[in-house]
């Protein structure tokens, strides 16, 4: 059965109503991806796991699959390990491809679509380690790069090889039981890809993507028959504390670039959605969609009287998280005469860096770091504020528990979270984004409030994060899958398959804060000319956006269409001395499948308020940012 939207009669690839059973949180076999579960979990992992909690405790899907794809997991351990702990129930699958592949028959794993096998295969070569009793590597015993990647079955017959190959690049080849090479793969992501089309095969399925890895290769299928959900956890820009048009993460770039492709996008904070419009995109597949606090983590009636300079912070010992800010703050405090306790509750490999810097301040009598412990709600409900100085998030849990255990916070203005959490003054305060004085002042005039103001801070704490409890979150996810439209992915090799877009005319205009660009072209289906955006890419920085028509007209005379688009010049604010190519690319399409702009021999240089357009050596549109 299809689940994807249909195209139109008139081949326009307009969304129409999905075919097949409305989707919900009920009667609906949900799959929810990682790339592994480590034994110590992240917020991501936590998040995925609660999501699956509620999604049964509320709802009644007809079943839940965590997929998972990491070479070291031992499946059946993490599996009783997280039901043992009450992170998952008993009637939850947790499938690693690797062990699902061991144990798949001869005609189970020709389901996997992919290339025959060329030949020959090199021979093992290079230096062995063994990293699991199902998983080898070899490596060049010179450089000692990894040439070849050996998985296993359980009788030590060889499964797949992963192999650099000397003449062909990359290749993954899949061996059946007897030993015969069967198919095989020139990317990583066909790979995992023709696994997922042939392990979700239950109608009607919704795949949940939290892991940036899988994220950044599943959009590629478009013959699927389910429905492809992406949660985004934290940031997709590399720095988006400079603003909302600079490069996204390396780990994000293939996902943002097909970021219409999901037939939904979670995000966790309105001031994200707002950063991921101003790329160009459209919106329309963006849904608010937050983590959530674990069930009685919000306290109804929080004690009050709690020691007021007791600080407390929910963090992983990694630099992301800054923790010498607020180490260097309550030296500053220190310094004042003011006193104040921070306990840092967390591991991770900064830790050496940290301790150094608590003998160096001479606060080890007052900052604490006790590690991974077991009792932190405990340590939440006594503790008078938290605080939180990371270079980015995405929605922050910890603040959240925090915040549900009456703890005040005092945090950096980060993008993104604070923002959709705290009200400043009246259940928290945001002080300045990287600085460190603001951040030591706040503190210092947090004590000096009146008992009366602390209380009522505490209790608007709380009541503000009631709406992250689980059946609050399950609400917006049911809505959100009821509500949801398929994206129509365009059928491969249709008529726009061609290598450029040839600009009968082309014209660049200056306009208030941009530049009208302007696009004659012949020989395109009005229906496909109709849907199309302009997408401004960069050449060395991976930074882009995209541009929706502002107008079109269709001229008898030759068959032409005129498209017009406004770009704006805030766009290039954050790429100084980068260089842009122009291209054209119809809606939910691969970004491999946009096609450049071929000038006309006559198109000159035309200079705009911030920007430059010009023909390449090559004759394509390309543009500059004035300096």
């Known amino acids: 059965m299809r689940l994807r939207a249909q195209t139109t009669p008139d081949g326009s690839g307009r969304d129409v109503e999905p075919v097949g059973p409305a989707f919900g949180t009920d009667a609906v076999h949900v799959y929810n991806v990682l790339w592994g579960i480590p034994e110590s979990m992240g917020g991501m992992t936590t998040a995925a796991l609660r999501r699956i909690r509620s999604f049964q405790n509320y709802g009644s899907p007809l079943s839940q699959t965590i997929l998972a794809f990491s070479p070291r997991m031992d499946t059946d351990e993490i599996r009783d390990r997280l039901i043992a702990q009450g992170k998952m129930r008993d009637d939850v699958e947790l499938v690693n491809i690797w062990q699902d592949l061991r144990g798949r028959s001869e005609a189970e794993l020709a389901r996997l679509e992919g290339e025959p096998p060329r030949m020959p295969i090199p021979d093992e070569d290079g230096e062995l380690e063994n990293i699991t009793p199902f998983y080898d590597v070899f490596r060049n015993s010179r450089t000692g790069r990894v040439i070849r990647r050996n998985y296993l079955r359980g009788d030590g017959s060889l499964l797949l090889a992963d192999i650099e190959d000397p003449k062909l690049g990359r290749r993954f080849i899949l061996h059946s039981p007897s030993g015969e090479p069967m198919v095989e793969w020139r990317r990583p992501r066909d790979f995992y890809n023709a696994w997922i089309t042939a392990t979700v095969t239950t109608s009607p399925a919704v795949v949940i993507v939290d892991d940036k890895k899988v994220s950044e290769f599943i959009h590629e299928i478009s013959d699927r028959d389910f429905a492809l959900i992406l949660f985004l956890h934290g940031s997709h820009l590399s720095h988006p504390w400079n603003g909302n048009h600079g490069q996204p993460l390396r780990a994000r770039t293939d996902t943002m670039r097909n970021f219409d492709r999901f037939d939904i996008v979670g995000v966790q904070t309105q001031q994200q959605a707002e950063a991921i419009r101003a790329m160009g995109f459209s919106g329309e597949n963006i849904r608010l969609l937050t983590g959530e606090l674990p069930q009685g983590s919000v306290v109804s009636d929080p004690p009050m009287r709690r020691d007021m300079g007791n600080a407390v912070m929910v963090a992983n010992l990694i630099d992301l998280k800054r923790i010498d800010h607020p180490i260097r703050a309550v030296a500053k405090l220190r310094d004042r005469g003011i006193a104040v306790s921070l306990t840092v509750l967390g591991e991770g490999p900064a830790r050496p860096k940290l301790e150094t810097l608590i003998d160096e301040l001479d606060v080890a009598d007052r900052v604490f770091l006790p590690g991974y412990v077991n009792d932190v709600h405990e340590r939440l409900t006594s503790a008078s504020f938290s605080t939180l100085t990371s270079t980015s998030e995405g929605l922050p849990l910890s603040l959240l528990e925090a915040m549900g255990a009456g703890c005040v916070p005092i945090v950096y203005d980060i993008t993104y979270g604070p923002q959709d959490l705290i009200d400043h003054g009246d259940n928290g305060f945001i002080t300045p984004w990287s600085d460190i004085d603001a951040l030591a002042d706040q503190i210092e005039e947090f004590l000096s409030l009146e008992p009366s103001e602390v209380e009522s801070m505490r209790r608007a704490a709380v009541s503000s994060v009631e709406r992250y409890l689980p059946e609050a979150g399950y609400l917006r996810w049911r809505k959100a899958l009821a ?145």
């Open 483 to 627: 509500e949801m439209r398929l994206a129509d992915l365009p059928a491969v090799g249709s008529e726009y398959e061609v290598p450029s877009v040839r600009a009968r005319k082309l014209t660049c205009t200056p306009i208030t804060g941009g530049c009208r660009v302007e696009v004659e072209i012949g020989g395109i289906r009005k229906s496909v000319a109709e849907t199309l955006q302009l997408v401004v890419a960069g050449r060395e920085l991976s930074t882009f956006f995209l541009c929706h028509q502002s107008e079109i007209s269709f001229r008898r005379f030759g068959h032409r269409t005129v498209l017009a688009f406004d770009v704006d010049d805030e766009s290039f604010s954050e790429s100084a001395g980068e260089t842009f190519d122009v291209f054209l690319r119809r809606p939910h399409d691969l970004w491999s499948s946009k096609r450049r702009i071929s000038t006309p021999k006559r198109f000159r240089v035309t200079t705009a308020t911030a920007s430059e357009w010009y023909a390449t050596k090559h004759g394509n549109l390309s543009v500059r940012p004035r300096k």
